[in-house]
């Protein structure tokens, strides 16, 4: 009897056991076997733990030598709010750079939100991230903290600082790790690639028009705003403190406790919701599915011909809409290549030329057209018997990247001509990027047939299947400076015809550039199609790694 009285003791004694230490050790033990069995794992890790910490050491160098610069206080405040912002879409953007960011894992488990949100948070403190982080904190409050005031203003600020930027972090993550963990979510980190990019530029062209219009001034009225929006406040505090306006301070002091609180609770609210409501998705998946209406050919696909060559163009052009990472490659190559000569041509900087960037990055999408199906390739292999049959798979395929990449050149093309104001050189810089275009496609038939390799589906940012990157590389890099010396007579023209000021000549270049693409392209696919017709196994177990 006493033994049966005394067995529930048992969780019920475990159930005060504080949680904090537990995950603290939690993330620990994942950090310590996510490096087991793989010497790779080891070198990315301490690699990239070992340039944090030359960053974070520049960084808060540079940080420290602004002490006493008249415009400390605006670097230091809005590079504070940069990191919070950072802090904040990271997760939606990397959703599986950290398992302790899928609360959901834990649903099963009977926890109390409170408890968790402290044990989480304080987990969440051991990284590269909060490393770093600390660490800019640290020189932001150097910078800026001048007498005793201004150094408790300090002492307060950094772990504020440190506390509000992963929170942000926890609560978006927890808020949407529905979101994450589904189709959409992966879309929306393997995307995170053009977003980076597409920030590298702004804050380039930001940077050089600020250094051209007066300098570091020009930031003081985003900073008078900045200062008051936490967790970036928690550094005007400092200031404020310092220049002796502690009233100024108490408030920022108010506004930075008042957001971590909110944050807390809003960061309980969903993990209470997150642990008490069913999955979205299994209650979708047991309701009847609605009438489609039309069938796979209906709307625009019915416009494709009804044979080989329309169902190769269909299958190629769905992929682009419905696999993450074709729809990121996609999407990255579109809006970066029309970026760049936007952006340069915004600047004074640019050429009507440039477009042929454009025609670049998309006609890459050409190289590894077999690997970009994975292991259903072996589907597309059984209709291939003869050279006519990979002909004609492969004449589709380029048929369906020129459907797109055609018009987007010649979009990218007028856009930069008109943003230049130099309509004149729109020809020529049209007919070379469709030179350039048309040579990458025959390349990339070839490099398609000769270096195929697996794309992986297990890894968001996996591009290319272990031991086969050698592979990947010889194909790109040497169709690539191939694709140039294809396209070299047309550069040769060009540059003769600007060179010799016969600027009423370049627009031959239009009808030479479409000719040429067009030729080069014809080519390419002869070529390669009896290579992919004699080398289908090779190619089929290449592909078929991933």
Known sequence: MSAATTAPSVPAGTATVPLTPIFIRLKLSLLKNGLKGSSKRKIAYFGALALALVAAFFVTLGLALLRGNDHASAVVVLLAAVLALGWTFMPLFFPTGDETL?????????????PLVRALLVSSLIGTGPLFTLCLATGSAIALAHGAAGVVAAVLAVPLLLLGCVALARTVATANVRLLTSRKGRDLALLSGLLIAIGAQVANFAGQR?????????????EEIVRWLPPASAIGMVDSASEGSYGIAAGQ???????????????????????????????????????????AGGGLWSLFPDDRTGAAMQRSLRYVVRDPKTKAAWVSALAVGLLVPVANALQGTGSVYLACFGSGMIGVQMYNQFGQDTSAFWMVA?????????????????????????????????????????????????????????????????????FPYSIPTDGAFKNVAPGQGALAWMGIFGGLIASALICAPVIVLTIYLTATDQHSLTWILLPVGVAWGTLATWAGLRLAAPTVARRLPEILTAVSKG
Request: aromatic share 6%; glycine share 10%; proline share 6%.
């Open 102 to 114: 899928d609360p959901s894992r834990l649903v099963m488990l009977p926890l109390r939100p409170r």
């Open 210 to 222: 600020l250094f051209h219009s007066g300098g570091l001034e020009k930031l003081q009225p985003a």
């Open 253 to 295: 002091l108010a506004v930075t406790l008042a957001a971590l609180v909110l944050l807390l609770w809003f960061w309980e609210r969903s993990l209470t919701k997150l642990m008490v409501t069913p999955d979205g998705s299994t209650i979708a998946a047991a309701q009847p599915k609605k009438d489609r209406g039309a069938g």
């Open 382 to 450: 059984q209709t291939i018997s003869s050279t006519r049959d990979a002909y004609g798979e492969l004449r589709a395929r380029a048929l369906a990247l020129a459907l797109v990449t055609v018009p987007y050149t010649a979009v990218v093309t007028v856009v930069t001509a008109a943003l230049l104001g130099d309509w004149r050189g729109l020809p020529g810089g049209l007919g070379l990027a469709l030179a350039l275009l048309g040579s990458m496609l025959c390349t990339g038939a070839l490099a398609s047939a000769r």
